[in-house]
């Protein structure tokens, strides 16, 4: 047991008592032999500026939470629909604008055609939801098109689909953003000149509150999500009445899109573009089969069930503007000016109204945290990749509210950067949106055709006939995707794939190289070294922190030696006299520097020793122990260590070298000064 016991007598002459002291028990709790569990208070910062930072850090993103609390962070149905469904729900709030940009073009007879495209798109909305539900049973630990396709259709496959699903949801962050500032200044025309900095906000408002956990960003997310959901789907129902009761008209716009003049038709690439710009309407529905261990148990059938009514919300709501749209004669306006969304809730709430105000401050909240679906996605995959090795290893360490901090802080650092690059523009980012969705698409279905005929369960042939329709449908929406918007800049998305599977690879490989070299065999036993040690010390003289640098040494070998590199030769006599009678028995080499480096004539002062070490022996292994003055102020550490820590740098790395910081700290400025007891003086001179 770590700890003592400490008799104690009470007031009574017979009353005898044993407190058991147990040091560690305020920091871990004693949970076997060898083994203990730190309590929170084992990771409270020490120092004053630590603890400063640690209450700011409570503050934003609250207490820090511990792993078995991590099933309460879990999410239920309700929350859930809110966060992983505000992305594909509220793609309803400019995929029947997409349409109409296109078909504009054609002139009013085209517009007409809006619907058919809409309905084709919920048709295939409602093959892919069908695709995902299945997929969500079928792996439940989350990943997506990434795990059925590492699982089915191998390593390669699964990192272009990984690449995908990232670009896909960083562009989600961007387009979502985009959007909801395109709202708000439908409302306040004003704010057009600010969108990039009310973007930039939004984007870390959302960071913090990821940052805070998922079940806290639920109940923030939760409100504005169920609010757009009921004012869209009041605003369909009364468009569609007073369409069926004749009060339809159309609405006034003077800064509408001219029309185009008709001669060219309604041709097939006409169609096939127009699809393909509606077909954003289907981002975000791969979110909920990404993020399936987010759910309260039993997590596979509380995601499905929320995929499926996710559908069939987006596919009503979508379906439904466009058709009041059509209905009221709306069109797309020129940049800046009101968005169609905007269009068809004044149209049926009236421009003054309450609930139109409402509609638009609900849909731009919607489209502000449709952001969100990619904060719980983008991290989640990143973890996965950082798991299999194709990632850096930090994007799987979760932080204190046991989210992946390492993926949101990327994903909002990059979204902020193609929004200010692409200035805000939701219909310049559009053609890089939907290219890697459908890889995804295809890819997962794909893979899931494969998983059933391996399976071959009760039923497996029927599923697998749906992911097959499923994979033929999106990969051909897929090439007519990339086909029509490659000039637009869906060639960007086609270069970035491969640049993003290439720098996976490259990662995976060195992990791989450093783990083989970092190997141990199976057999091995260790046993106590064999090899030789060194010690050398980079004195500037003497002082506490040298004498204490110089006492590790000797812990470690009796093989010590201190290198003092010098510029000025009038100190270097000084300095060997002081050494020779306060440190005795450590030999001081003395080395000029007339170029006034440190760092080059210590290397290769260790070159030298290593060189004339006898070949017949092993190599011996070299201790280069540091001394370091550590101030209590961190201002005062920027005045120190500069030369210690570039000697650091260029050492790491040296074969057979280890480097040994010692730091000196003020706590006991007398232990230097007080004498030796007589016994340890007598042990000394021995």
């Known amino acids: 047991m770590i700890g003592g016991r400490r008799p104690l007598r009470g007031r009574k002459l017979a009353d005898r008592r044993v407190r058991v002291e147990r040091p560690h028990s305020?920091?871990?709790?004693?949970?076997?032999?060898?083994?203990?569990?730190?309590?929170?208070?084992?990771?409270?910062?020490?120092?004053?500026?630590?603890?400063?930072?640690?209450?700011?850090?409570?503050?934003?993103?609250?207490?820090?939470?511990?792993?078995?609390?991590?099933?309460?962070?879990?999410?239920?149905?309700?929350?859930?629909?809110?966060?992983f469904s505000s992305d594909a729900i509220s793609s309803s709030a400019y995929a029947t604008e997409?349409?109409?940009?296109?078909?504009?073009?054609?002139?009013?007879?085209?517009?007409?055609?809006?619907?058919?495209?809409?309905?084709?798109?919920?048709?295939?909305?409602?093959?892919?939801?069908?695709?995902?539900?299945q997929?969500?049973?079928?792996?439940?630990?989350?990943?997506?098109?990434?795990?059925?396709?590492?699982?089915?259709?191998?390593?390669?496959?699964?990192?272009?689909?990984?690449?995908?699903?990232?670009?896909?949801?960083?562009?989600?962050?961007?387009?979502?953003?985009?959007?909801a500032i395109a709202q708000t200044y439908s409302v306040i025309p004003d704010l057009y000149e600010f969108r990039i900095e009310?973007?930039?906000?939004?984007?870390?408002?959302?960071?913090?509150?990821?940052?805070?956990?998922?079940?806290?960003?639920?109940?923030?997310?939760?409100?504005?999500?169920?609010?757009?959901?009921?004012?869209?789907?009041?605003?369909?129902?009364?468009?569609?009445?007073?369409?069926?009761?004749?009060?339809?008209?159309?609405?006034?716009?003077?800064?509408?899109?001219?029309?185009?003049?008709?001669t060219e038709g309604i041709?097939?690439?006409?169609?096939?573009?127009?699809?393909?710009?509606?077909?954003?309407?289907?981002?975000?529905?791969?979110?909920?089969?990404?993020?399936?261990?987010?759910?309260?148990?039993?997590?596979?059938?509380?995601a499905s069930n929320t995929l499926v009514v996710m559908a069939v919300l987006l596919a009503v709501l979508f379906v439904g503007i466009t058709v009041v749209a059509d209905g009221f004669g709306i069109l797309p306006t020129e940049e800046g000016g009101r968005t169609v969304v905007a269009l068809v809730a004044t149209a049926v709430f009236g421009?003054?109204?309450?609930?139109?105000?409402?509609?638009?401050?609900?849909?731009?909240?919607?489209?502000?945290?449709?952001?969100?679906?990619?904060?719980?996605?983008?991290?989640?995959?990143?973890?996965?990749l950082a798991e299999d090795g194709y990632m850096p290893r930090q994007f799987s360490f979760r932080g204190d509210r046991l989210a992946f901090s390492w993926g949101i802080?990327?994903?909002?650092?990059?979204?902020?950067?193609?929004?200010?690059?692409?200035?805000?523009?939701?219909?310049?980012?559009?053609?890089?949106?939907?290219?890697?969705?459908?890889?995804?698409?295809?890819?997962s279905q794909g893979g899931m055709v494969r998983h059933w005929a391996r399976e071959r369960g009760p039923g497996w042939a029927g599923r697998a006939a749906v992911n097959a329709v499923g994979a033929i449908l999106t990969f051909v929406v897929l090439i007519v995707v990339a086909s029509v918007k490659f000039k637009d800049g869906a060639y960007l998305v086609v270069i970035l794939i491969p640049i993003l599977v290439a720098m996976m690879?490259?990662?995976?490989?060195?992990?791989?190289?450093?783990?083989?070299?970092?190997?141990?065999?199976?057999?091995?036993?260790?046993?106590?070294?064999?090899?030789?040690?060194?010690?050398?010390?980079?004195?500037?003289?003497?002082?506490?922190?040298?004498?204490?640098?110089?006492n590790v040494g000797r812990a470690v070998s009796d093989d010590v030696r201190a290198v003092f590199i010098f510029e000025d030769p009038e100190v270097v006599a000084s300095v060997r006299r002081d050494w020779e009678r306060q440190v005795p028995g450590v030999p001081l080499v003395v080395i000029e520097s007339p170029y006034r480096a440190l760092a080059g004539p210590l290397i290769a002062y260790l070159d030298v020793l290593d060189r004339a070490w006898p070949p017949d022996r092993p190599s011996p292994i070299t201790f280069v122990v540091i001394p370091e003055y550590v101030a209590k102020s961190w201002w005062e550490r920027l005045l120190y260590n500069q030369s210690a820590r570039r000697l650091r740098t260029l050492l790491l790395g040296r074969p057979q070298t280890v480097v040994v910081n010692v730091p000196y700290r003020r706590e006991d400025p007398e232990a230097f000064e007080r004498p030796l007891p007589a016994d340890a003086a007598r042990e000394r001179r021995a």
Not at 103 to 130: D, K, R
Not at 173 to 179: E, G
Not at 241 to 254: E, F, K, S, Y
């Open 409 to 443: 802080v990327l994903l909002a650092a990059i979204a902020a950067l193609l929004l200010a690059a692409f200035d805000g523009d939701t219909h310049a980012l559009i053609p890089l949106y939907s290219v890697g969705v459908f890889v995804c698409f295809t890819l």
């Open 198 to 262: 009310i973007a930039v906000v939004a984007i870390a408002l959302i960071t913090i509150a990821n940052l805070r956990g998922l079940r806290e960003s639920g109940n923030i997310f939760a409100v504005p999500t169920y609010l757009f959901i009921g004012l869209a789907l009041l605003m369909v129902g009364l468009g569609v009445v007073r369409m069926a009761t004749g009060g339809a008209v159309d609405v006034q716009q003077p800064d509408a899109v001219p029309l185009g003049t008709g």
């Open 505 to 550: 690879l490259f990662i995976h490989r060195q992990y791989a190289r450093s783990a083989r070299e970092l190997a141990v065999r199976s057999e091995y036993v260790a046993q106590p070294p064999v090899r030789e040690e060194r010690v050398v010390v980079p004195v500037p003289g003497i002082n506490r922190a040298v004498i204490q640098a110089i």
């Open 98 to 133: 997409e349409i109409l940009r296109v078909l504009v073009l054609a002139g009013a007879g085209a517009i007409l055609v809006s619907l058919e495209i809409a309905i084709a798109i919920s048709v295939l909305l409602a093959v892919v939801a069908i695709s995902y539900r």
């Open 351 to 384: 421009a003054g109204s309450p609930f139109f105000y409402a509609f638009q401050g609900a849909t731009a909240l919607i489209l502000f945290l449709a952001a969100n679906t990619s904060f719980n996605a983008f991290p989640r995959l990143a973890a996965l």
């Open 135 to 179: 997929l969500c049973r079928a792996y439940p630990n989350g990943g997506g098109a990434y795990a059925v396709a590492k699982a089915n259709l191998g390593s390669l496959a699964s990192l272009v689909a990984a690449a995908a699903l990232l670009i896909d949801y960083v562009m989600t962050v961007a387009v979502s953003t985009a959007s």
């Open 267 to 302: 041709g097939l690439f006409l169609l096939l573009k127009a699809f393909a710009s509606g077909s954003v309407a289907l981002t975000g529905t791969e979110a909920i089969a990404n993020g399936v261990p987010a759910f309260k148990p039993p997590e596979s059938r509380n």
């Open 26 to 83: 305020p920091y871990f709790r004693y949970t076997g032999p060898g083994q203990l569990v730190a309590k929170a208070a084992a990771s409270v910062p020490t120092t004053p500026g630590g603890r400063f930072f640690a209450r700011i850090r409570g503050h934003l993103f609250g207490r820090p939470l511990a792993m078995e609390e991590e099933l309460g962070e879990r999410l239920p149905k309700k929350k859930a629909l809110a966060i």
